[in-house]
T-cell receptor, first 110, second 115 residues
Framework: KQEVTQIPAALSVPEGENLVLNCSFT??????LQWFRQDPGKGLTSLLL?????REQTSGRLNASLDKSSGRSTLYIAASQPGDSATYLC?????????FGAGTILRVKS | GAVVSQHPSRVICKSGTSVKIECRSL??????MFWYRQFPKKSLMLMAT?????????EQGVEKDKFLINHASLTLSTLTVTSAHPEDSSFYIC???????????FGSGTRLTVV
């Protein structure tokens, strides 16, 4: 059974800092991995999708990497801003289902 | 793009009544949609997979008679919470998969409060 773990559970940083969110999964037989952002009381916004054959994806200040063999992914946020404050969720896809981690709650202080 | 619309965004109902939540894929056809439930400060829990034209597949522990799912068209899935009770109060979110390029797209969620 696939299990997804995200570290840290919560993170508080000053504005401008670069930061890394970690995601690990137990079964490397995944189709792809997706990072989401969730604001309080809202749905999920897709940030980056990495296919299993890819190593990384970039969008603006965000960069996500994937190492299938070791079961790890990282989300790198450059020059963090208060507007980046949210919960970040990592999810892996296998067998047409998403398996989510518990999320990292990020707070960027101005 | 891949846009999923969910309605209503919040609903308050009395115990014993039923509530219907709609999930629509606006710019693509979705043969499969997914319904999740989220408890406060917790991650998403998959409730069921909704298949167009056939019965939904429910996850273990989810009562199919309590949470009725209908996927009558390629762009609409509905979740009906029947005979709602306060313990059904939660945040419900739907999602759909357009293709491997876009990944999963989520609706904005429905906050259900049963009083």
């Amino acid at each position: 059974k696939q299990e997804v773990t995200q570290i840290p559970a919560a993170l508080s940083v000053p504005e401008g800092e670069n930061l890394v969110l970690n995601c690990s999964f137990t079964d490397s037989a995944i189709y792809n991995l997706q990072w989401f952002r969730q604001d309080p009381g809202k749905g999920l916004t897709s940030l980056l999708l990495i296919q299993s054959s890819q190593r990384e994806q970039t969008s603006g200040r965000l960069n996500a990497s994937l190492d299938k063999s070791s079961g790890r992914s990282t989300l790198y946020i450059a020059a963090s801003q208060p507007g980046d404050s949210a919960t970040y969720l990592c999810a892996v896809v296998g067998g047409n289902k998403l398996v989510f981690g518990a999320g990292t709650i990020l707070r960027v202080k101005s | 793009g891949a846009v999923v619309s969910q309605h209503p965004s919040r609903v308050i109902c009395k115990s014993g009544t039923s509530v219907k939540i709609e999930c629509r894929s606006l710019d693509f056809q979705a043969t499969t949609m997914f319904w999740y439930r989220q408890f406060p400060k917790k991650s998403l829990m998959l409730m069921a997979t909704s298949n167009e034209g056939s019965k939904a597949t429910y996850e273990q522990g989810v009562e199919k008679d309590k949470f009725l799912i209908n996927h009558a068209s390629l762009t609409l899935s509905t979740l009906t919470v029947t005979s709602a009770h306060p313990e059904d109060s939660s945040f419900y979110i739907c999602s759909a998969l357009k293709d491997g390029l876009y990944g999963y797209t989520f609706g904005s969620g429905t906050r259900l409060t049963v009083v």
